[in-house]
């Protein structure tokens, strides 16, 4: 008799837990399904608002009939179709994917190397694109010959992926002599010093104009949004993130320290720079495209980790929607603010930024509290 209370303790123990699971993995679908819920609408919002006014029906039907026409009537403003197809949406996805891009690379890092202020910048990678892109502007594409055939926009974008990626390439050298967590972001660090002072370096010694060129680069924005930037982004998006969803297990166990993982099979050593190079190659290629920007990295996986919890396998899809409904939102509104002028989206995130970690240190003040 008390080995079968025992076994209905047990079971009935199983079954609380079986329900409180099932309940929680409900909570992160109903979250995955909002996010994207809002991404549409927010991509609808985005294509209907500037210097002309669109109604949210055109932009719907706009997209819609380029892609399915023989499904969906055109829109009955004439114009709407050109606006959306061909100005509007190209900077949506980019800023979209952008997004996505930032907050998936922020969310790898910083389970692969366990520190929550981790991003795709603390490595060196902004200062190290920015340096690329700075070169760029001041030599310009006749440095290589005729290679790029004075085709400016196409050096520079080539130019800041290459510096990127070479930052994780320099880290990656320097650590080692010594993988583990604390020293790879150290090399990270003064690697981000080091180009930071070639920046400056190439800031004093141009003239104004350049100079000015390498100022709005380096606040961030979506000047450079066409189909071609569309189009080479989407294959590298969505490669880095089946690569990452599919090691989201080991990721978990990552967390929970390196000898655990071990003792769970995962190669630590290969795995965290394997990571850490998709995570900087997904990030340098939007930047090449968009500049410096700033705080997505940090944001989006922590409002995700704050909403459903620490698990890798839910937390990159949600923090890469939390990052592009983000940008998106954040790029309409310094494009719509000061119209026709338009606000480098770079500013809009240092904002939010700010105002973000100050929450979080308010709310980690009170949680002492009491």
């Given at each position: 008799?008390?080995?079968?209370?025992?076994?209905?303790?047990?079971?009935?123990?199983?079954?609380?837990?079986?329900?409180?699971?099932?309940?929680?993995?409900?909570?992160?679908?109903?979250?995955?399904?909002?996010?994207?819920?809002?991404?549409?609408?927010?991509?609808?919002?985005?294509?209907?608002?500037?210097?002309?006014?669109?109604?949210?029906?055109?932009?719907?039907?706009?997209?819609?009939?380029?892609?399915?026409?023989?499904?969906?009537?055109?829109?009955?403003?004439?114009?709407?179709?050109?606006?959306?197809?061909?100005?509007?949406?190209?900077?949506?996805?980019?800023?979209?994917?952008?997004?996505?891009?930032?907050?998936?690379?922020?969310?790898?890092?910083?389970?692969?190397?366990?520190?929550?202020?981790?991003?795709?910048?603390?490595?060196?990678?902004?200062?190290?694109?920015?340096?690329?892109?700075?070169?760029?502007?001041?030599?310009?594409?006749?440095?290589?010959?005729?290679?790029?055939?004075?085709?400016?926009?196409?050096?520079?974008?080539?130019?800041?992926?290459?510096?990127?990626?070479?930052s994780m390439v320099l880290v990656y050298g320097i650590s080692r002599i010594k993988c583990d967590n604390s020293t790879i972001i150290l090399a990270g660090?003064?690697?981000?010093?080091?180009?930071?002072?070639?920046?400056?370096?190439?800031?004093?010694?141009?003239?104004?104009?350049?100079?000015?060129?390498?100022?709005?680069?380096?606040?961030?924005?979506?000047?450079?949004?066409?189909?071609?930037?569309?189009?080479?982004?989407?294959?590298?998006?969505?490669?880095?993130?089946?690569?990452?969803?599919?090691?989201?297990?080991?990721?978990?166990?990552?967390?929970?320290?390196?000898?655990?993982?071990?003792?769970?099979?995962?190669?630590?050593?290969?795995?965290?720079?394997?990571?850490?190079?998709?995570?900087?190659?997904?990030?340098?290629?939007?930047?090449?495209?968009?500049?410096?920007?700033?705080?997505?990295?940090?944001?989006?996986?922590?409002?995700?980790?704050?909403?459903?919890?620490?698990?890798?396998?839910?937390?990159?899809?949600?923090?890469?929607?939390?990052?592009?409904?983000?940008?998106?939102?954040?790029?309409?509104?310094?494009?719509?603010?000061?119209?026709?002028?338009?606000?480098?989206?770079?500013?809009?995130?240092?904002?939010?930024?700010?105002?973000?970690?100050?929450?979080?240190?308010?709310?980690?003040?009170?949680?002492?509290?009491?």
């Amino acid at each position: 008799m008390h080995n079968t209370d025992k076994m209905g303790f047990v079971e009935d123990k199983m079954q609380k837990a079986s329900e409180v699971y099932q309940e929680s993995f409900s909570k992160k679908l109903v979250f995955l399904a909002v996010m994207s819920f809002l991404i549409l609408f927010a991509v609808l919002y985005a294509g209907s608002v500037g210097s002309a006014q669109l109604s949210l029906e055109d932009v719907f039907l706009a997209v819609a009939n380029k892609a399915l026409p023989s499904v969906f009537l055109p829109p009955l403003n004439d114009i709407a179709q050109v606006i959306v197809i061909n100005i509007r949406l190209p900077r949506i996805l980019l800023a979209i994917l952008t997004g996505m891009c930032l907050a998936v690379s922020g969310a790898v890092m910083q389970s692969l190397l366990r520190n929550p202020l981790v991003s795709p910048f603390t490595l060196g990678l902004s200062s190290a694109a920015s340096f690329g892109a700075a070169m760029a502007i001041v030599l310009g594409p006749g440095i290589l010959g005729g290679f790029f055939n004075d085709n400016q926009s196409s050096f520079l974008v080539l130019s800041a992926f290459v510096f990127g990626m070479a930052s994780m390439v320099l880290v990656y050298g320097i650590s080692r002599i010594k993988c583990d967590n604390s020293t790879i972001i150290l090399a990270g660090v003064v690697i981000g010093y080091i180009f930071s002072a070639g920046v400056m370096f190439l800031k004093y010694v141009t003239n104004n104009e350049k100079l000015r060129e390498i100022t709005v680069w380096l606040m961030g924005g979506m000047w450079g949004a066409s189909w071609d930037a569309v189009i080479i982004l989407l294959p590298i998006t969505i490669i880095g993130f089946l690569y990452i969803i599919f090691k989201s297990w080991d990721l978990n166990a990552m967390e929970a320290g390196d000898e655990v993982a071990k003792n769970l099979g995962v190669k630590v050593d290969t795995l965290r720079m394997a990571g850490l190079m998709v995570a900087t190659f997904i990030a340098s290629s939007c930047l090449a495209f968009t500049g410096v920007i700033g705080f997505i990295g940090l944001m989006a996986p922590h409002i995700c980790r704050m909403i459903i919890g620490n698990d890798n396998r839910f937390v990159i899809p949600g923090s890469a929607l939390i990052g592009g409904f983000i940008l998106l939102i954040s790029d309409t509104f310094a494009r719509t603010i000061m119209s026709p002028v338009e606000l480098p989206v770079g500013i809009i995130m240092y904002v939010l930024g700010g105002v973000f970690f100050v929450f979080l240190i308010l709310k980690g003040r009170e949680s002492r509290l009491y």
